[in-house]
């Protein structure tokens, strides 16, 4: 193992190209870094990271996060198992417009207050931050649910409707921390994952969790009672018109037309009476004639 910053350490390491198998020589291109339990203590070098969208940090003795300022296209960031102690401040987090997945457990965060700036990040659905001090304070979970409102999981639980809607006393099924809500959305690293395993495994989080609020979230469940009552409502006319234009359809299959009538139906069809205006005024004239020969 080795410390230092990552410049000095990495571009030195001989399992470098295991770490990181999209090595570019233009910082400004890297979209995933990984490097997990080296012992790294800076992340200055990252800040050329403008492309950055999956970043691992995890189990090292990074203090200090400020560096990533300038990748706002973060998605993941992982930084479980270091030594961080602070937070940027909501400057910082109101910049990374696309983060979704963020690990924090495991650090030294011992203040509701300064946990709370993650408020401002505008995207973050879900966020771990167990086995830290802060997580032992009374309140910690129902101060962090109430304050970061696209939040839908936190520490291998999703946010049930209980824990947002004060006093509503809900079905064991519905409660918080029922085992229906449960999901590790943090499982353990694989060795040697790529790019594309990262987004298909953060692909598979989200839908994870949109699905488990559909199923046990009363007010989304309700939700989808009364847009689905709506739509029906709203297209009801539509059906029932289709409806009786199939029975007409399936009526008229079955009509059965006589020999006496099909003389008749032939006339009509390739014979029809005058409609024309021509057709009617000589239809007049020849009245009118009659009417003044029976006069005189």
């Given at each position: ?16 190209s295991?770490?990181?198998?999209n ?11 990984k490097?997990?339990g ?53 400057k ?7 983060l ?15 946990v ?12 771990t ?5 802060v ?11 109430n ?36 999901f ?23 839908s ?75 239809h ?6 009659k ?6």
């Amino acid at each position: 193992m080795f410390h230092g910053t990552i410049t000095e350490e990495l571009t030195n390491h001989e399992e470098w190209s295991h770490y990181n198998e999209n090595v570019i020589q233009d910082h400004k291109d890297f979209v995933f870094v990984k490097f997990s339990g080296l012992h790294l203590k800076s992340m200055e070098n990252l800040q050329s990271c403008i492309s950055l969208r999956v970043c691992i940090f995890s189990n090292n003795f990074i203090t200090d996060i400020r560096p990533l300022k300038s990748c706002i296209k973060l998605v993941k960031l992982d930084l479980h198992g270091n030594q961080i102690k602070s937070l940027p401040d909501t400057k910082f987090w109101s910049g990374l417009k696309h983060l979704k997945l963020l690990y924090l457990h495991d650090n030294g965060f011992a203040k509701l207050k300064n946990v709370c700036v993650l408020s401002a990040c505008p995207s973050l659905l879900a966020l771990t931050m167990f086995d830290c001090p802060v997580s032992l304070k009374k309140g910690y979970r129902h101060v962090l649910v109430n304050s970061m409102w696209p939040l839908k999981a936190l520490d291998h639980h999703v946010i049930s409707d209980e824990e947002i809607i004060q006093n509503w006393h809900l079905p064991e099924r519905f409660r918080t921390y029922n085992c229906r809500l449960f999901f590790n959305f943090c499982p353990a690293l694989k060795k040697g994952s790529t790019y594309e395993d990262e987004i298909n495994n953060i692909k598979y989080v989200i839908s994870k969790i949109n699905e488990i609020m559909a199923h046990n979230s009363p007010v989304l469940i309700v939700q989808r009672w009364i847009r689905g009552f709506l739509v029906r409502k709203h297209l009801r006319p539509l059906f029932l018109c289709k409806k009786y234009q199939e029975k007409l359809i399936d009526e008229t299959k079955w009509i059965y037309i006589h020999k006496r009538f099909e003389d008749k139906l032939f006339k009509e069809l390739f014979f029809p009476p005058e409609t024309n205006i021509t057709g009617m005024l000589a239809h007049r004239k020849r009245g009118k004639k009659k009417l003044w020969v029976n006069f005189h």
